[in-house]
């Protein structure tokens, strides 16, 4: 049985001021996560077996995007990832080191936008975006644009379960205004979780602030069975299209 509560550290890092543009010294408390355990190969499992079962549905999709709109099947976007750090383990130069609040990595997607609509920005999706193409809009209601993160898991940057991965742009105005906002980063990032199958995109800061109580109570009650409740708790929310645009 997992513990019902988080054993604390306390880290002192060194922060950059917005205002005052110099360097000064912030004691954080964070949440101790438990080891992977068993987790991170039930993980592993999942996305390899889900790799195999899906791949005709994504070669179908890749000939779907190449057919309807111009541009690369895939699209790559830099979130933000685990931080180890957390866990004891700072290193660098810290007049040189640049705080991402975890380690930045690539996430891959189907490409669900026209080329040319200023895809890069780094926004919060919403339901009446104009970049969306007509398939796209498809494999965002489904959540079959999210089929290529499997691979994101075998290569470790994320797990199947876990907080949402963040644009490191929203994640740096998010830590600014969310008290305990990096501590979400704990963890690997995941394609879907206790915060994703309960509550819809977000929208506000105060609707991140309730999803980042969700992922907080994720990370002190993980386990194998937690993982596996919410995988099973993930299916009927992709087919009912629970909270999809």
Not at 58 to 87: E, F, N
Not at 174 to 181: A, M, N, S, T, V
Not at 224 to 239: G, H, N, Q
């Amino acid at each position: 049985m997992p513990p019902t509560s988080t054993e604390e550290i306390s880290i002192t890092r060194a922060r950059t001021s917005v205002l005052a543009g110099r360097a000064a010294p912030r004691t954080v408390r964070h949440p101790h996560p438990l080891p992977e355990g068993a987790r991170r190969p039930l993980n592993v499992t999942v996305a390899f077996l889900g790799i195999v079962v899906t791949a005709p549905l994504m070669a179908c999709i890749a000939v779907l995007l190449k057919l309807t709109s111009p541009g690369p099947i895939l699209y790559a976007q830099t979130r933000v990832g685990l931080d180890r750090r957390a866990l004891g383990d700072p290193t660098g130069n810290g007049r040189r080191f640049v705080d991402h609040g975890g380690k930045p990595f690539t996430i891959y997607k189907f490409r669900t936008m026209r080329v040319g609509g200023d895809a890069e920005r780094q926004v919060w999706a919403r339901p009446d975006d104009p970049r969306v193409t007509t398939l796209g809009r498809v494999l965002r209601k489904y959540r079959l644009d999210e089929l290529p993160q499997l691979f994101n898991v075998l290569r470790g940057d994320m797990n199947v379960v876990g907080p949402r991965p963040e644009q490191p742009r929203i994640f740096a105005d998010l830590r600014l205004q969310i008290e305990g906002y990096g501590h979400r980063q704990l963890v690997r990032p995941g394609i879907t979780g206790l915060a994703q199958i309960t509550n819809d995109y977000d929208t506000s800061v105060d609707s991140v602030r309730a999803k980042l109580d969700l992922d907080l109570r994720y990370i002190r009650r993980q386990s194998f069975f937690e993982d596996l409740r919410i995988l099973l708790l993930t299916l009927p929310v992709v087919a009912l299209k629970r909270g999809a645009w």
